[in-house]
């Protein structure tokens, strides 16, 4: 029975994982999976690194992985519950590493709890193109963010843009030392990231059945002198064609309190969506994964280039999320893969447990071998 490592200083039982096409992988998990724990690799950082944790007062606790990517022929799937991603069978079967997560403590707000704790993490290459798989426990699916009080899953793996240098500070790197960032978010995956359309986007009228709107306290008149009308397939009027068809134009002639063409769908009322921000604007993204680049805390800047694909799945209380990229992108903010091995860090994010932004679990550097 193959022995598998955990990257970490913490010991205990790992709850059995649970891949999609796996029938019976609780026998299965338990079998590979009983009680693994202690220590298996010592550190790997950067002296860099170190006096940025030390100096402001933490020091990371979890152990850096190798996770070594298998070399396969053929497409690689994006899909987490494919068989090729499948834990009892396929060409990834038991090639996990299992990474602890570490609480973020070097920049406020730091975040000493963070939710999920260990992420079984593996890889796979075919010579054109690099993937990356996770997999953490989630017991909460949180792919929605309209509410205040809502907060979404999100998972980012890290990897320096220069590949022949010293290791930045896996504080998403520093000035001067870019890295590049390929974080995958839910509310994306549920909004139909890669369809090039904004119907699946949620919206407040989708949060409160019985929300007024239009009842004054709305926008009227597009800036073309054109109208947005009751009529549920969102179309744009003149004014008097809304009027005569109960529209907009005519607050008087309106049957409902319901505004169909206020919401989501009408892109000259997103002040986002209307200067191209692909945060306001699902068309705009080719996949759930958001391509990234970083030089320090508070530089998280969207490429204006989005070379990432990927994909999660929410089962059995698990999310598996996959990044998947050319080795070789022609981008200029991108990292390539030219050589044989990369640092790579991860982070994650607990919509649950209200973490965004620095409140995330984190690993230091590890190392990716392709």
Known sequence: MPQLKRYGNRSGTLVPLRQAGSQDWE?????????????????????????????????????????????????????????????????????????DMDPQMITNPMWPNPSVKYVFAKAATNGKEIAVHLEWNDPTRNDIMVQSQQYKDQAAIMFPLNQGGEEPPFTMGGDGERVNIWQWKATWDKEG??????????????????????????????????LSGLDTAHKSGTKSGSAANRGAGDISKRSSNIDFGMGKNEGVFNSGRATGNILSDASMRSSAVEDLNAEGFSTLTTQAQQDVQGQGNWRNNRWSVVFKRSLSSGDSNDTQFSGSKTPMAIAIWDGQNKERNGQKAVTQWNTLHY
């Open 27 to 99: 026998k299965l998990g338990e079998a590979y999976y009983p009680k693994l724990g202690g220590n298996t690799v010592k550190h790997s950082k950067t002296i860099k690194a170190l006096i940025v944790a030390f100096t402001l007062g933490m020091f990371a606790t979890a152990n850096a992985a190798d996770i070594h990517a298998v070399k396969v022929k053929g497409a690689i799937p994006t899909a987490p519950d494919n068989p090729f991603w499948s834990e009892r069978y396929g060409p990834t079967a038991l090639k996990h590493v299992i990474i």
């Open 193 to 226: 990231a890669g369809r090039n359309d904004n119907s699946a986007m949620s919206d407040m009228e989708d949060q409160y059945d019985n929300m007024v709107m239009g009842s004054g306290s709305y926008y009227m008149y597009e800036p073309d002198g054109k």
